[in-house]
């Protein structure tokens, strides 16, 4: 798949770390570090500005090894992009450590995954056809 990308940053393209990774990591694009203090979030930029095809959308997630080691997380998990945004991409970033975290220009902050999506038409019924499982949720299925 190809999607066109303007790159307004001094930094790589989001790229796959490994063969087999389906995120591509993306970078920070600031013109000084920025602090992020514990339970603080804050709308971090990239200079990517991106045209996803119709029917897809790009997620953003956190990285596991800063969640981790570091405590800091996506805060919209996973974060949608969707095909007909044309604005910068920003990545919403929470400190959800008990330490001060600085986020330097080019640090790898998040991961993205372009991914297919359908378009609902609603079909409304009066009624739902019957499950084995029914209306139980939220655990239903453990201790009994």
Known sequence: MEIKIVNKSDNDLPAYSTELSAGMDV?????????LKPLERKLIPTGLFLEIPAG???QIRPRSGLSLKKGISVLNTPGTIDADYRGEVGIILVNLSNEDFVIES????CQMIIAS???VKWNLVEELEETQRGAGGFGHTGKN
């Open 56 to 58: 897809f959308e790009a």
């Open 117 to 119: 999506h359908e378009t």
């Open 27 to 35: 970078r920070a694009f600031l013109s000084k570090p920025v602090t």
């Open 106 to 109: 080019g640090e790898r902050i």
